[in-house]
Every structure is written in structure tokens, then in C-alpha cells.
């Protein structure tokens, strides 16, 4: 191709003088050569971030055009003005930043508890006992920082610094977790009013109570008569042609009350002159006339007739309803707000031209802009302190709210109640004391503690347990009060229409809310929490060593909650965290445990009165909103039975009763229990063993799964569920065998008896005596019952089930409705339940029932616990066995290491376990599991078949899998393994430089040395401007995002700050280290030059560090000028061809 025919591969134009065609990359053929302008509009809108061809992949070259002018250094005046620019800009970048750190990070918390401290003062008319200064109470309400500093003998710096601390952990973090509790429940309550709001039963519900409008009954009448108008409609031609014609007067008037909006003269005569006509009988024949009388009776009564979809004319029915198929809508809302919405048109329409016009003005700025704009986070000065006012504005007037007016109203109760004591210590007590001669003592005691019931003593203060008494007062009676009121507002003939209607939607939607969140906040938080505690009293005997404890005045502690014991824990809030994680885990294990024997172990349908998760008919809003409160309360609290039940007795009846059998007697010292607390290394095994049971997570699911069938099997069969429980009818369980004697009941385990020819007992006790030769007969007893088929039916079936029939089901006896004893089965869930949402499959099955069967049920239960013991204990207690000599010749082989001391291991108590030897006993377990599923299993790899959900490396030979180590470390993700070694390089680099380089000289020169640690005004000076080069660096390269794909090792390493650190070192310690050394060994060693060096040689570091760092920063000062002064545009390089 010569070059007269090279076309750009975009415009298709050829190359001009002032437009020459080049070829910036490797591609060949008509596609090699385009236009620099065609290239540029191309890579404008292309939006990527590198410039490279989009077929070869080869990055364009291209070559900055300077100004011919340019001079070959840059102005010092240019640079120097540059500097002043970037300056100021990150100066004032830096304080937008730190007023909105001071503004709202650290004011918004502290103003909440400086405002929630004040109204308590109001509310108790008084400051704090223990702080009666202003400024101290403020600063830390309750705590007594007086007698906490009275003590101390320290610096004036360090009581300052103490203060500081205690400020921190008694008014800042304090207001942190209030302020994140209030964020967190404030926004779930505006979730959860969304979700009410929008839920089908709202409305409903809502109609009930204060009826439809009118108009919309009338809407609903309306559609009833048309669905009958076409009904007799399809019976004839002549009776078609009149009611086409009555359909058309009624669509008229239907038409006229969908648009009142429009125009409310018309909608008025089109209504008046409707119902003109149904008074008349105009309009409908005599059989419409009944649903007409039941409407206008019972207009007061019903919520709602039954709504019908109806088919008539196109051509009729497009004038009529404009497009519309649903005109007997329920949606109120919308038939409320259509006047509104039509009187603001105009205005909506110019907000939306105005909304368009600030959208195309702000698309200038950028996606990052509007990011910024829409949380009106602006990096100026005046945006944080105005956000700050408006916060302090929105805190005290919610805690005004939510936290005053409660207070106060539940304290006006206390007052009337403290004079009503009183009252009755003056009047009742006087006079029964008159009249009904009893021991004087009876009636000073009763006088008195009736008088301390309504004394406040001013003395001791409010504790937390009455102020929470007290607040529950104030907001019981504002609840009281809602409801009142609602009960008032609709007590009045319905439709409630006006002010009362609409103050009684605000309120229900309120009372629906709070219902819902109330529900939710049991279910998610209490519950959890509450199972968390029972979890602690259970784990005490694992972990506490002694129960009863002596305290410092002398007496006696009883300790039975884990968290009481360990000091950490006496914090309230960690301690309700870890009593809601541990709740939840409990609770979503026991979940797992459910769903795994409910989809391979049970018959289906066992537990058809526990909801499952893939249920389609879950609808978590919609019952917490439809039900009644009492009886949702009712099924919490006995759930919370059942679950009290299996915490108590299946776990802390393990532990406890372990507890007091290993125990020895008259003995000061303890045997195997309680568990030595977890310590680092334990973590660290628990780090590399929990990777490799999520890796043989379906091995372990295998064998677990095979153990809990065999369970099933055995227990079912003992108590004759089978058929029942497993779904395997079994003809010997459907009776008893009795035998001619105990002794044979007992040893007789060859004697069977005729299981074809069953009897009764009178029949087998009369052939004993008859046959001589008779051992044993086969007596039958029990019943066949309906039982569900799946775990998703109705509530309504379930009162169909569970009757006597035979075994072709025939009733055996009349079936009776059961009584309405659980929450199934109340109206609110079963008569008002709505079928066309919810997808049920109402089918039985025949099975088998013994008698006394909710005693077998408690017994099958029993039985499954001890299963549960007889698989966790030996397990646990094989691991132990396994795991201690491990840990132990770890501990002899350290112990004779010189300079290695790991106190947890080689200080241990022999005689007690430890979560180290049960993690490495797990860990053989675990991989002996691995190597009999892979080489002995009947479905192993090495047999016929092989095993599916195995995994895809076998064991070949290995009783233990030498990469554990390597399963974790490649488990890790590769920023990570960069990230750990260089915080640990930049933690080295910071503690050595600041004690090495600061502290130690430091006292040395003032002759501190006995100090451990220097704190004064100067030796923090000292180590702020040393931050500069060990903090600041350390938080910039440890948080910095790592890209690994692309880079080589060195880039990475260098990015990460394992390259920096270790040149740090290079340059302070390794010199130091190297003179220190040498000194010693020339015999010159001198204690003033081991203290000044280190010092020394960080000022050589730092100078240094200035100095490239100075030379860096001119550079690219120089490199910006250029480009903003002298660069006139780039161009592009061809690229030469390989031939």
C-alpha cells in the first residue's frame, strides 16, 4: 500500500499538511496509521485511565511541546510563588479537615453527654454527690476524679494527663456509644416505618379501625354492580344491550369521581345525580337492590366489600377509566393527596425546570463535587461549625424528647405515688391501728417501710436501675396516653373523617412503628442478649478456678458468670457485646442444627410448627405488624422458655455436673477444670487450625450428618417413633411384647414373639396360663393419625390433622376444632389470613402414633441430649489426650532455648486443660478424620464410586498434612503478607527510635534514669517533632492501598515501607550498633557516647531526610510551573516498525 492510500482508521480522511497521519501503535493494514486530532477526541472519550490502543494494547508514545521562550531554569520568583500556592491551599485544606475532626467527631459526642448531664442536674435539682464543682461534674459526672487523683503521687503533667484519660473513658467514649446506639435505632426505626407503611395489612388494618371514606365505599359498591351488570350481561342479547346501556351511565359517573380533582363542580353532580338514581332505582334492576340496602346499612359495619375485576368495551371502557383497571383501589393515601398533588402542579413543574438547571450547572464540578454537596461536606471554614450548630440543635432536642419530658412525667408519677404513702401512713395505718389490736412493732415496721417507699434521700442519689424504673414510668404513660386517645378518636360513628382522622393516621402509623421495632429489637438484641447470659452462667465452671472469692473489706464474693471473674469484663457495654455475639452464635448454630435434620433426617413435616427459612410465606413485617402485641409477647416468652431449657439443662448440666465430678475433695488446688484462659498462643493455633475446618468443612458435615441419622434411627426406634419421627413405618413398634416372666424381658433377648398374630393383654395373659410353652405375645396399641406432609401448610389445615384414623384413613372418630391455645391458630392469623398471597400445600400423610406421646416426644428429646454428650465429650476430652503432649515438648524444647522465655507455655498448670492442647488435639482429630474418609471410607477414592464432596488433594500416606502452615499463609491475601511484616518493621522503627533516640538521653541528662518513662511538656515536644519521621511515615505506608498485579517485587516492597524502614535502619541503627561495637572491642567504651550517638545520629537522619526531601519537593514545584507556564501541548511519536 503506498502512502497516498494510508486512510486514519477513525475518520476514514487521508493525511494533509496540516493534518499528517501517524502510527502510534503496533498495528498493521488500513487500521496502522490516524490523525493526532482523531486520536486526542477518541482518548477524551474513551474514559479510561491509561492511553493505550484498544486492539494492540500498546500505550501511545507521545512528546510534551515546550514554549520556544522557555528559559533553561525556572524562575526562582515562579517557584517561590508556586510554593506559597500549595502552601496555603494545604493549610487551609488542613484546617477545613481539623474543624470538621474538632466539630463533629469530637464536639457532637461531648456536647451529647454534656446536655444529657444537665438535664439529669435539672431533673434531680442537684449536682452530683461525688463532684459538686460545676466543671468537674461536667466533665465527668459521676466518677470521682478527686479521690481518684488523692492518691496518686505524680507530676503535675501526669495527674493532667490521668485527667485527661479518665475524660476520655467516662464523657467521650461514652458519648460515642450513645451516639452510635441513637444513629443505629434511629435509622432501623425509619427502615422498619418504611417497610409498615408499604405492608398490605397496614391499610387494613388502618380501615378497621377508623373505616373508608365514602367516596371510596362508593367506589367499591360501584365495582360490585358492574361485575353483576356483566354477569347479566352474558345471558342474552337483550338483557346485553340494557346493561351496556346502564354501563355507560354508570362509567359516566365513575369517570366524574375518578377526576374530581379536576373539577369538583362536575365530580358533585356527577355523585349527586348517581345516587339520585339508585334511590330511584333507575340505574340497576331489583337484583342489584340487595347489595345497594347492604351497603347503605351497613356502611358503619363493614370494612371493605370484596373487590372484582370485570371486562367490558374497549372503546367504552378506555373513556372511562382512562387507562385504569383498578379503580376500587384501597390506596387512600393517593385518593387523600390527589388534591394536593393537582393544586401544586405548576409549582412541582417549576421546582423540577429549577432542579434540572442546578443539575446541568453543577455537572461541572465533578463527580467527587456533587459526592461532597450531597452530604454538604465542603472543605471550608464555615461548613464544619455551622454542621456542628445544627447537630448540638438536633441533640438537644432529641434528647429533650426522649430522655426530659419521660424523666419528668415519670417523676410526677413517683411524687403522686410518694403521697399517696404517705397519705396512707397518716390516715390507714392509724386508724386500722385503732381499731385491729396488733403488736405495736407490726405497725411501726409497716409505717416505716411505707415511708421509705416514697422518700427520696438526697444523700445517696438516683441509681441506674431507678432512673431506667423512672423512664419506663414516663414512657408507660405516654403510651397510655396514645392510646387513650386513639381509643377516643375512634369511638365516634365510622367513617372518621376531618382533624380526628388524620391525627389518628399519625398515631397509628407511631403505635405501628414502635410495635414492629419493639418486636424486632426482642427478637434481635434482648433475646440474644438474654441467651448470652444464661450462656455465661453456664461456661463459669469451664473457666472461673474458685466461686467464692474474698473481697478487700473481708467478705464474701460468690462468682458465677465468667464475666464477673475477668476484670476486663466489668465494663457494661463490652460485656452486653459479648453476651449479644455469644446469643447469636448460639442461636444460629441451634438454627443450622434445625435445618440440617430437617432436610435429611426427619419425615416432612415434623416440624411444621417451626417456620423454615425457605418458607415463601415468611413475611417477618407483616406478622410483626398484623398480630397482636400480647400474643407475639406470649410467643417470646415461650420461646425464651424453650430456649432456657436447653441452655440450662443441656449445657450448663454438662458443665456444672463436669465441674463438681473432677473437683477433688478437701483438696485447695483443682484437677482438669477450670479451662487457663486463651492466650496468644493459643490464637495463634486457632489461626492456622480454623482455615483447615472450613477447608474440610464437607468432611466434617459428612460424619456429623451420619452420626445424628444413626441417633434418630436408635431413638426413634426405642421409644417406636420411626414412622412418626423418621418416616420408616416399622411393624414391631406399632405395640408392646409382653413376656410370661421378667426374667425373660430382661435376659430373653432370642425370644420373639408372633408379630402376625397380635392379642390383647387379657388375650396374652389367658394363653400364658392356657400354654405353658407360651414366652411372649405381640400386643398392639396406638393409632394411625393425619400428620402434615410438609412443613409449609396452613395454619387452618393443622386443625384438620392429627385425628385417629386407619390405615387407609377412615376416620375413627367425629373430628372436633381444637381449642384455640396457641398463636397459630387465633382469628388474627387463621380467618383473616389473606390465600392469595400465600403459597401453601395442604397435603397429610398416614403415620403411625403411639400412645403417651408427648411423653415420648420429652423422652426422644432427653435421649438426643445424651447423644450430644456422648459425641462432644469424648471428642473434646481425645483432644486433650492428643493435644498436652504436643504442648508439653513444645514447652521442654523452649525452656532449653537460651534467651527465649514464653512465660504462657512454660508457666502453665499441668494439672488443669487449655484451649492450646485442645486446638492441636482437634487439629489430629480433624486430620485423622480427613485420611480414613480419603484411603478406608466404603465411598473413599481409593474404592468403587469415590466421593463427590471430597476434596481434590488427597493425603496420600500422611496421617497429619504437613501444610498447615502453608494452607494459612496461602489463605492470606497477598497486601496482607506485605502488610503484616511492615507494621512490625515500622512498630520496631518507631518504639527503638523513641526510646533510644528521645527518652533515654533525655534522662540521662537531667539524671532520671531511675524513671522508667520521661513525661514533661518538653520530652512530649520532643517526641511530637520526632513523630514527624516515625508515626507520620509508618500511618502513610501501613494504610496504603498495595497493587500487586502490575508491579515487580521491588516496586511493591518499596510501596509497602519495607524498603524505607529498613534504609531507616540502615542509616540510625546499624551506624550506631557498628560504634558501639567498636568501642567495646578497642576498649574505649564510654556510658556518655552509648546515650548521645543514638540521638546524634537521628539529627544526621532527619537533615538528611530534609535535605532529599527538599530536593523532591523542588522538583516537582519546577516540574508543575513548567507544565502550568510553558507547555503549549504534546504530540504524538510513531512507533517504529520491528522491520
Excluded at 460515642?176 to 391499610?203: S, T
Excluded at 518513662?1013 to 511530637?1024: A, E, R, Y
Aim: charged share 20%.
Amino acid at each position: 500500500m503506498s502512502s497516498t492510500d494510508h486512510t486514519c482508521r477513525i475518520c476514514r480522511g487521508e493525511a494533509t499538511s496540516s493534518q499528517p497521519l501517524y502510527h502510534p501503535c503496533k498495528c498493521r493494514g488500513s487500521i496502522k496509521y490516524i490523525h493526532q486530532d482523531c486520536l486526542m477526541e477518541w482518548l477524551k472519550h474513551s474514559n479510561k485511565s491509561t492511553e493505550k490502543c484498544d486492539i494492540c494494547n500498546s500505550p501511545y508514545k507521545f512528546k510534551i511541546i515546550y514554549d520556544p521562550a522557555m528559559p533553561q531554569y525556572i524562575p526562582l520568583d515562579l517557584i517561590w510563588k508556586k510554593f506559597l500556592q500549595i502552601t496555603s491551599s494545604t493549610v487551609f485544606k488542613s484546617i477545613s479537615i481539623s474543624l470538621y475532626i474538632l466539630c463533629i467527631v469530637i464536639q457532637v459526642p461531648l456536647f451529647w453527654k454534656f446536655s444529657g448531664r444537665v438535664y439529669t442536674w435539672a431533673i434531680d435539682g442537684t449536682l452530683p454527690l461525688v463532684n459538686q464543682k460545676f466543671v468537674d461534674a461536667l466533665l465527668f459526672g459521676e466518677f470521682d476524679i478527686n479521690t481518684y487523683l488523692a492518691d496518686k503521687s505524680q507530676t503535675p503533667l501526669q495527674l493532667s494527663l490521668m485527667k485527661l484519660k479518665k475524660f476520655f473513658g467516662c464523657t467521650y467514649f461514652s458519648g460515642v456509644r450513645y451516639l452510635f446506639v441513637a444513629i443505629v435505632a434511629n435509622i432501623a426505626l425509619f427502615i422498619e416505618r418504611e417497610w409498615v407503611v408499604r405492608d398490605e395489612g397496614y391499610l387494613k388494618m388502618l380501615h378497621k379501625k377508623i373505616g373508608k371514606e365514602h367516596r371510596a365505599k362508593l367506589v367499591d359498591m360501584l365495582q360490585n354492580a358492574l361485575q353483576g351488570l356483566r354477569t347479566d350481561g352474558n345471558n342474552g342479547d337483550e338483557a346485553a344491550a340494557a346493561n351496556l346501556q346502564r354501563l355507560e351511565t354508570l362509567a359516566t359517573a365513575i369517570n366524574d369521581l375518578q377526576n374530581e380533582d379536576r373539577d369538583m363542580n362536575v365530580a358533585a353532580r356527577g355523585e349527586a345525580a348517581l345516587r339520585r338514581a339508585i334511590d330511584q332505582n333507575q340505574l340497576f334492576g331489583n337484583e342489584q337492590q340487595p347489595i345497594l340496602n347492604q351497603f347503605e346499612n351497613g356502611i358503619g359495619q363493614h370494612d371493605a366489600l370484596p373487590t372484582h375485576n370485570f371486562d367490558a368495551p374497549e372503546n367504552l371502557m378506555n373513556g372511562v377509566f382512562n387507562g385504569r383497571n383498578d379503580i376500587g383501589s384501597d390506596d387512600e393515601e393517593d385518593e387523600e393527596q390527589q388534591e394536593e398533588e393537582d393544586d401544586d402542579e405548576e409549582a412541582a413543574v417549576e421546582e423540577d425546570v429549577d432542579v434540572a438547571a442546578a443539575a446541568a450547572a453543577g455537572a461541572d464540578g465533578g463527580v467527587v463535587g456533587e459526592f461532597l454537596e450531597a452530604f454538604g461536606v465542603t472543605l471550608t471554614l464555615s461548613t464544619p461549625i455551622y454542621l456542628m450548630f445544627l447537630c448540638n440543635c438536633i441533640v438537644a432536642v432529641y434528647l429533650f424528647l426522649i430522655y426530659l419530658i419521660p424523666h419528668m412525667l415519670g417523676n410526677t408519677i413517683v411524687s403522686i405515688t410518694t403521697f399517696l404513702f404517705k397519705l396512707i401512713n397518716v390516715t390507714l395505718i392509724s386508724y386500722i391501728s385503732k381499731h385491729i389490736p396488733f403488736p405495736t412493732y407490726i405497725y411501726e415496721f409497716a409505717s416505716s417501710y411505707i415511708t421509705s417507699l416514697g422518700t427520696f434521700n438526697p444523700n445517696k442519689g438516683v441509681t441506674l436501675i431507678e432512673r431506667i424504673f423512672i423512664l419506663g414510668l414516663g414512657y408507660g404513660l405516654i403510651c397510655t396516653t396514645i392510646y387513650r386517645l386513639m381509643k377516643f378518636l375512634v369511638s365516634g360513628p365510622k367513617p372518621i373523617s376531618g382533624t380526628p382522622r388524620k391525627a389518628f393516621k399519625v398515631l397509628f402509623e407511631i403505635s405501628s412503628t414502635a410495635k414492629v421495632f419493639l418486636i424486632f429489637a426482642i427478637e434481635i438484641f434482648f433475646f440474644p442478649v438474654y441467651c448470652g447470659w444464661l450462656l455465661d452462667f453456664c461456661a463459669a465452671p469451664l473457666f472461673v478456678p474458685q466461686f467464692i472469692q474474698t473481697a478487700e473489706n473481708g467478705g464474701k464474693v460468690v462468682t458465677f458468670l465468667v464475666s464477673s471473674y475477668f476484670e476486663m469484663m466489668q465494663l457494661p457495654y463490652l460485656r452486653v457485646l459479648l453476651y449479644w455475639a455469644s446469643g447469636t452464635l448460639y442461636m444460629l448454630f441451634f438454627a443450622l442444627y434445625i435445618g440440617m435434620v430437617r432436610s435429611t433426617i426427619l419425615r416432612p413435616g415434623v416440624l411444621f410448627f417451626i417456620r423454615c427459612p425457605d418458607d415463601p410465606n415468611t413475611r417477618l413485617i407483616h406478622d410483626a405488624l398484623v398480630k397482636p402485641l400480647s400474643l407475639q409477647l406470649s410467643r417470646i416468652y415461650l420461646t425464651a422458655k424453650v430456649y432456657s431449657a436447653f441452655i440450662i439443662f443441656g449445657i450448663g448440666g454438662v458443665t456444672w455436673g463436669l465441674r463438681y465430678l473432677v473437683t477433688p475433695k478437701d483438696k485447695d488446688y483443682n484437677v482438669f477444670l477450670p479451662i487457663q484462659t486463651p492466650s496468644y498462643f493459643t490464637y495463634l493455633l486457632l489461626a492456622i487450625i480454623v482455615p483447615t475446618l472450613v477447608d474440610s468443612q464437607a468432611t466434617v458435615t459428612k460424619y456429623v450428618r451420619q452420626y445424628w441419622e444413626r441417633a434418630f434411627e436408635i431413638s426413634s426406634h426405642k421409644l417406636r417413633l420411626s414412622h412418626f419421627i423418621v418416616g420408616k413405618p416399622i411393624s414391631s413398634e406399632r405395640g408392646y411384647v409382653i413376656y410370661r416372666n421378667i426374667w425373660l424381658q430382661l435376659f430373653g433377648s432370642n425370644v420373639q414373639p408372633d408379630y402376625t398374630q397380635p392379642v390383647t393383654r387379657k388375650e396374652a395373659l389367658a394363653k400364658f396360663k392356657q400354654d405353658p410353652n407360651a414366652v411372649a405375645f405381640f400386643v398392639p396399641d396406638g393409632n394411625y393419625v393425619r400428620a402434615p406432609a410438609n412443613d409449609t401448610i396452613s395454619r387452618k389445615f393443622v386443625k384438620k390433622l392429627f385425628v385417629a384414623v386407619s390405615k387407609d384413613d377412615r376416620l375413627l372418630q367425629e373430628v372436633k376444632e381444637a381449642p384455640k391455645r396457641s398463636g397459630y391458630e387465633t382469628p388474627t392469623s387463621d380467618e383473616d389470613e389473606d390465600t392469595t398471597t400465600t403459597t401453601t400445600d395442604d397435603a397429610y400423610t398416614i403415620v403411625y402414633r403411639p400412645p403417651n406421646f408427648k411423653l415420648r416426644c420429652f423422652a426422644l428429646i432427653l435421649m438426643l441430649w445424651i447423644f450430644a454428650i456422648i459425641i462432644i465429650l469424648p471428642v473434646l476430652l481425645f483432644a486433650v489426650v492428643l493435644g498436652r503432649p504436643i504442648l508439653r515438648a513444645n514447652s521442654i524444647i523452649i525452656d532449653q532455648l537460651p534467651h527465649i522465655n514464653i512465660d504462657e507455655l512454660t508457666n502453665m498448670d499441668w494439672r488443669l486443660t487449655d484451649l492450646a492442647s485442645i486446638a492441636i488435639g482437634l487439629a489430629v482429630e480433624l486430620q485423622a478424620l480427613i485420611y480414613y474418609d480419603k484411603n478406608f471410607a466404603a465411598d473413599a477414592p481409593n474404592n468403587a464410586g469415590g466421593n463427590e464432596i471430597q476434596q481434590a488433594d488427597p493425603v496420600r500416606g500422611m496421617l497429619l498434612q504437613g501444610n498447615l502452615l502453608n494452607q494459612a499463609f496461602n489463605r492470606l491475601p497477598a497486601p496482607v503478607l506485605y502488610t503484616l511484616p511492615s507494621s512490625m518493621l515500622w512498630i520496631m522503627w518507631i518504639l527503638t527510635v523513641h526510646k533510644l533516640c528521645v527518652d533515654q538521653p533525655i534522662r540521662y541528662m537531667t539524671g532520671n534514669l531511675h524513671v522508667e518513662f520521661l513525661l514533661n511538656f518538653k520530652t512530649l515536644l520532643i517526641h511530637f517533632l520526632v513523630s514527624f519521621w516515625t508515626i507520620l511515615p509508618a500511618l502513610v505506608y501501613v494504610t496504603r492501598r498495595i497493587p500487586v498485579e502490575g508491579q515487580t517485587a521491588w516496586q511493591t516492597l518499596k510501596r509497602c515501607g519495607i524498603i524505607p524502614c529498613l534504609l531507616n535502619f540502615s542509616m540510625v541503627h546499624i551506624p550506631a550498633f557498628i560504634v558501639l561495637y567498636s568501642l567495646k572491642v578497642l576498649d574505649k567504651a564510654n556510658i556518655s557516647v552509648s546515650f548521645y550517638i543514638w540521638p546524634v545520629l537521628f539529627i544526621c537522619f532527619a537533615l538528611v531526610k530534609l535535605i532529599t526531601e527538599g530536593a523532591k519537593l523542588y522538583t516537582n514545584i519546577n516540574n508543575q510551573v513548567k507544565q502550568e507556564k510553558y507547555v503549549k501541548g504534546r504530540a504524538i511519536e510513531n512507533v517504529e516498525d520491528d522491520d
